[in-house]
């Protein structure tokens, strides 16, 4: 259920970043549609999507949704880009660079429209907003917390929560 929304500082995201530090290790990485990519962290859960349908993920979550995007290595080379991105590309060179570094950081600089996560191993995300043209970003990113909050990121007000839950994680969560 979503609530009166709250805009959340870089320095907001910074305290949250460190208070879930135990649950921000990357297991894994996936393409979902089209360029959006799915970070798998902390540790696993399994729930039923639908009966006989079980699905595994992480107690926290980073969904990158946004149509410009690139991925970094730490000399900041290109690895991957929302233009190039394959499931190829994702199982032989983006999971492997991700696999057990820990999500360092997450800002959004207001004045470009861009987000950028950093990860241990120097590995960087960007993702510049899209506002006009053919594709229009809604949301560049979604970061679902441990304790269930669901956070946006979007061109015009960065990082907010909206009040929305994840029930699943939220229920996770309570047990640990």
Same mark, same amino acid.
């Given at each position: 259920?979503?609530?009166?929304?709250?805009?959340?500082?870089?320095?907001?995201?910074?305290?949250?970043?460190?208070s879930?530090?135990?649950?921000?290790?990357c297991?894994?990485?996936?393409?979902?549609?089209?360029?959006?990519?799915?970070?798998?962290?902390?540790?696993?859960?399994?729930?039923?999507?639908?009966?006989?349908?079980?699905?595994?993920?992480?107690?926290?979550?980073l969904?990158?949704?946004?149509?410009?995007?690139? *991925?970094?290595?730490?000399?900041?080379? +290109? /690895?991957? !880009?929302s233009?190039?991105?394959s499931? @190829?590309? #994702?199982? $032989?060179?983006?999971d492997?660079?991700?696999?057990?570094?820990?999500?360092?950081?997450?800002?959004?600089?207001?004045?470009?429209?861009?987000?950028? *996560?950093?990860?241990?191993n120097?590995? +960087? /995300?960007s !993702?510049?907003?899209?506002?006009?043209? @053919?594709y #229009?970003? $809604?949301?560049?990113c979604?970061?679902?917390?441990?304790?269930g909050?669901?956070?946006?990121?979007?061109?015009?007000?960065?990082?907010?929560?909206?009040?929305?839950?994840?029930?699943?994680?939220?229920?996770?969560?309570?047990?640990?």
């Open positions: 259920m979503a609530g009166p929304m709250r805009l959340l500082s870089n320095s907001d995201l910074t305290h949250l970043i460190e879930f530090a135990e649950y921000l290790t297991w894994k990485v996936g393409l979902q549609y089209g360029s959006q990519m799915v970070f798998d962290m902390g540790p696993m859960f399994e729930h039923q999507l639908k009966p006989g349908l079980p699905v595994t993920e992480g107690s926290c979550e969904i990158l949704e946004g149509y410009d995007w690139k *991925i970094f290595d730490r000399m900041r080379d +290109l /690895i991957a !880009s233009d190039t991105v499931e @190829e590309i #994702v199982r $032989d060179r983006i492997p660079a991700f696999l057990k570094t820990v999500l360092q950081s997450v800002t959004f600089n207001r004045q470009n429209k861009e987000l950028f *996560i950093e990860f241990s120097g590995l +960087l /995300i !993702s510049a907003a899209q506002l006009s043209g @053919e #229009v970003d $809604d949301t560049l979604i970061l679902v917390l441990p304790d909050r669901v956070l946006s990121c979007d061109a015009r007000n960065g990082f907010y929560w909206d009040g929305s839950i994840s029930e699943e994680h939220a229920k996770r969560y309570a047990k640990a």
